[in-house]
Structures are given as C-alpha cells and as structure tokens.
C-alpha cells in the first residue's frame, strides 16, 4: 500500500482519440459544448483535436482555444514541421495552451511504417520539440507505440525529448497490449533509467484492446505517472481510451490501496457529461458500463435489494449522487407548465448550456413534445437541445414533411426545406414512407445519398418515447454518420438524412472554401440557380412560426 498524497493531472482526449472513434460524430458546435462541459467538469488539460487533419479540427481547436477558460487546452501534431505550425495557430488563443506532438519509436513502427532507423526517429523528435517550442513553451512529446518499443531506447528518447524542452513525456499503450504489473514496470524502469525525468512530466495514454486500459492507467500512477489520458464513456480508436469515470472514481474510492491520489474532477458531474457526451456522439453507453451505464446502481435480485435497503454499503462501493446518477431509467424532469426558465436549469443540470437563440427553439420544441407525451425524461431534453446545437452553418433544414403510406397505396412523401432565405418543395414515391422521403430530399438538394446503416432505438420508455434514427450515409467516396429523433420515425430518418447531406456540405466548403466570385460569375451563377428554382417550386420568405405551426 502506497501512502503517497499526490495531484493527478486529467488530460481528456475525447475530442480528439475519442473522436477518433469509429461510429462518432460530433460537429463544431458539438466539440465546442463539450470542451465547455469538460472545463466545468474540472479536467486539466482537454486535447481538443488534431488540426492539420482538416480545416474543421482546425477551426474546432481555435474556438476552443479562444473560448473554453480553466483547463490547458491542447492540440496534436505529427512531429512534421507543417502540422506543428498549424497546431501552434490552432491553440494560441488559449489561456493555457499546449503542442502535442508525437513520433512512433517502437521497431514494428520503425521498420514498417516509418522506415526509419533509431537514431533518425531520436533526431526527428529533437528537432519537432525545438520547433514547437518557437509557437508554445508547453510541449508535451508521445513517443508512440512505447509499450512495446525497446525499454532502452525508450529512455533514451524520453531524455532527449526533455532536454530539448518537452514539459510532457506521455507512454501510450497505443495498442492496448500491456498488461498492468508490465506497464507498471516500465514507467518505474523509466524513474530509475533517465537522469532528467524529473525536470518534466510522465503520463500515460491507454488503448482498451484487452479491457485492460484503466488497470495499466493505475498501475502507470501507482509507479510514479502523474498524468493520465483518458476519455469519457472510454471513447477512443477501436476498443477505445481508459474510461475518465472509471480512473477518477477508483482512485477516489481506493485511496486505501492507491495511495492518496487527488484529481480536480467534480464527481458529481461525471454522469450528466458522459450522457451529454453519448448524445452528442451517437456511441451508447452500455448498460452495464461501470460507473454512467445505466445498471451501475441498478440492484435486480431480491437479496441484493433487500441488502441495499437495510445498508446501502452492503452492495453500494459508491453512492449514484457521488457520481450524480439521479434516478435509474431517467428522471421525469418537467411538465408543459415548467416554463422556459425551468427548461434552462433542467438543461445546465445535465450539462447542456444553450446559447439564447437556442433556448427559445428548444422551448419551443419542448412545449410540442409535451403536447404528444405525457411524461418528458431527461433523455427527451439531451435530444431537444442537441437537435437545437446545430451548426449555424447548416444549409438545410426541414420545415414540413408529410408521408402517405399504407398496404395498397404507393408510399409517397412531400418534402419542404428552408435554404437560407429559399423555401424549395417536392414530391416523390418510394419503396416506403422514409424512402420516398429520402428521394425527395435528394430531389430537392440535387445530392444523392446511398444509405449504408438505419438504426432506430427508442430514447426513453413507453409506447410515446421518442425515437433516435442513426444513418450512415455514402455520398460518393464520403460517409457520412448523423442522427435524430422525434416521436415519429420518418421524420427522425428525414432528418437525420438531411443532418448528413449539411454535415457533407460543411466538410466539403472547409476543405474547399469558396472562391469569391466576380461579378460576371455572379450573374451566371444566379442565372443557373433561377433554372434550378423552377424545378424545386421556390417560395420566398414564409412567415417563419407559420411554418413551423404547419409542422
Ligand atoms: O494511442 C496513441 O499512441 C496516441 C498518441 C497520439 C498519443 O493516440
Ligand atoms: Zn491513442
């Protein structure tokens, strides 16, 4: 048993390897509402994403630098000299920035995928850190894949990388492959073998290929680790991160073995986060997940209730309000009468802090549900809001949507969206309601989309809950993942379609923003877009609540 008290720092890399994760999505507007709850959770640092990537990571991590205030705000670079500068742009503006670069050391990485002998990978490191340090003194270095390089080696770049100036060593597991007493081992084998370990500090990174992320994450702390990268729910590149919730709450709730090990986190909002940040990304958290799945406090059989009743500690290690787990299955939160002021408390309880604008369409969508539901669950409002966080930037939104369906009839659907100041409607048939819905918007916006996945769960209990549709859509070599509820389920499948078609939209335009036109360009252009009108029926500018009543 340990008696040492020591600080851990939480680095969260949700937006950035949780984002990574196969199935997420998350738009701008998303990323940067949850880099906001993550700073109001208490992490210290939030790897916000990978700028180089795209001009959309790119302008993420901006926003976040310039707007999210508390914790460090980090960004990742390839230890190549353009991505570092795009990094150091990306993550500027922030109060507490960081440079995250990194370079594989481990002899498969070298031999296969970098072609590089050891000596190389050591200059290259060097040389990266020294470039970083020109755009940001916090730098921290991953020597990737090091759980399994060469133990010798490894000790030597982590000197190195030191001494060329990084503030942070990080050890990732990148593979999941080790296994507690041997990731232990190693980071200890570190303490004793580089001579200037302690002029930064070492964390470690976790993949959970074996399941083993959190036990190596502990493990690594255990032996003198003082950081660990984790994500919420244990989002992350295949089998995914070490899950935060699980590395804050064991070593609060075995400090008895752990040692005194302390994080800045707000316990009480790990729950409320990590079911925002399920929302927001379409990954579900298991029921049985330790700590936010839905079970974690669920007691089924007659003895263990009986138990739970007489002393919650016979089958309770921690209690749901340490974790602010309110009530299993979701809490009837409010009614019709609530009002607007009472939406907004419920919302920020959960971790969702709307803007104004968003608020007002929020309630308005709030006030119709309660109009078809008798009961709305804190589920129905995550679903609320997230549908009002859309990104300004979307091209396309669903103003009306009608569908006749039915044995005997030809299912046929009319469509009617709002692009900007245009209103354009159609009509098609289909194979079934949502096909000829999906026809017609591919109608309207003149993008053909071939559907990959449809899945559709219901997003609370009872016959009126409302229903999530999750697509994956193709649109020539892109797919595209969206998501979207109602109460009715073609309307859920059209609009998540259309969230598909605004999210290609957005990718495409930052990839390739527009050009500014000439004048003569203009008018050719407006030339063919009035060609297009006629084939769309455009209506100019509807009285926007009238519309919306229509709905
Ligand atoms: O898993 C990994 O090695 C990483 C690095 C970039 C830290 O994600
Ligand atoms: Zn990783």
Not at 168 to 185: C, K, L, M, Q, S
Not at 240 to 253: D, H, R
């Amino acid at each position: 048993m340990s008696t040492r008290k020591k600080r851990i720092s939480i680095f969260d890399t949700t937006l950035r390897d949780g984002e990574q994760s196969p199935g997420a999505s998350l738009d701008h507007r998303e990323k940067v509402e949850i880099a906001h709850q993550l700073a109001a959770l208490g992490v210290d640092v939030i790897e916000a994403g990978f700028p180089i990537a795209s001009p959309g990571d790119f302008n993420a991590v901006r926003e976040i630098a310039e707007t999210v205030k508390g914790p460090e705000i980090c960004g990742l670079a390839r230890c190549v000299n353009a991505d570092i500068a795009r990094c150091g742009e990306a993550v500027a503006p922030a109060e507490k920035p960081r440079l995250h670069v990194f370079l594989a050391t481990s002899a498969i990485h070298r031999k296969f995928k970098l072609r590089k002998a050891r000596n190389e990978i050591l200059k290259q490191a060097v040389a990266s850190i020294k470039y970083a340090r020109r755009f940001c003194s916090n730098i921290e270095f991953s020597p990737e894949d090091a759980s399994r390089t060469e133990p010798d080696f490894l000790a030597q770049v982590v000197e190195a990388a030191i001494d060329a100036g990084a503030t942070t060593i990080n050890i990732p597991d990148t593979v999941g492959y080790a296994v507690p007493a041997e990731f232990g081992a190693l980071i200890s084998y570190l303490f004793e073998n580089v001579p200037n370990i302690d002029d930064g500090v070492i964390s470690v990174h976790c993949h959970n290929d074996l399941g083993l992320a959190v036990a190596n994450s502990l493990a690594a702390v255990e032996n003198g680790a003082g950081a660990i990268e984790c994500t919420i729910n244990g989002l992350g590149e295949r089998a995914g991160n070490a899950a935060l919730e699980e590395i804050v709450m064991a070593m609060k709730t075995r400090a008895d073995q752990l040692g005194d090990l302390t994080t800045g986190v707000k316990t009480e909002k790990l729950v409320p986060v990590s079911h925002m940040v399920s929302r927001l990304t379409g990954m579900q958290v298991q029921r049985n997940k330790a700590i936010v799945g839905a079970n974690a406090f669920a007691h089924s059989s007659g003895v263990h209730q009986d138990g739970v009743i007489k002393k919650r500690a016979t089958y309770e290690i921690i209690t749901p309000e340490d974790v602010g787990c309110r009530h299993e299955g979701g809490e009837i939160v409010l009614s019709k009468l609530s009002g607007k002021h009472g939406l907004k408390r419920a919302l920020s309880r959960m971790g969702m802090d709307l803007n104004d604008d968003e608020l007002v369409g929020a309630y308005e969508s709030f006030i119709d549900l309660a109009d078809k539901k008798k009961v709305i669950y804190d589920d129905d409002l995550l679903l609320i809001a997230s549908e009002q966080m859309v990104d300004a930037s979307s091209v396309y939104k669903l103003e009306h949507l009608h569908v006749s369906a039915g044995t005997g009839t030809v299912p046929t659907a009319t469509v009617r969206l709002r692009k900007g100041e245009d209103v354009l409607q159609d009509a098609a048939c289909g194979d079934g309601p949502v096909d000829a819905a999906l026809k017609t918007i591919d109608r309207l916006t003149g993008i053909q989309g071939r559907l990959l996945d449809f899945a559709l769960q219901a997003v609370t209990v009872g016959k009126d809950a409302m229903g999530e549709v999750h697509l994956s859509v193709a649109f020539g070599k892109d797919v595209v993942n969206a998501k979207a509820a109602s109460t009715d389920i073609v309307e859920a499948g059209a609009k998540a379609y259309l969230s598909c078609v605004n999210r290609l939209l957005t990718n495409r335009e930052s990839q390739n923003p527009p050009k500014r036109k000439s004048a003569r360009k203009k008018t050719k252009a407006k030339k063919a877009a009035g060609k297009n009108a006629v084939r769309k029926k455009t209506v100019r500018k509807p009285a926007k609540k009238a519309a919306r009543r229509k709905k």
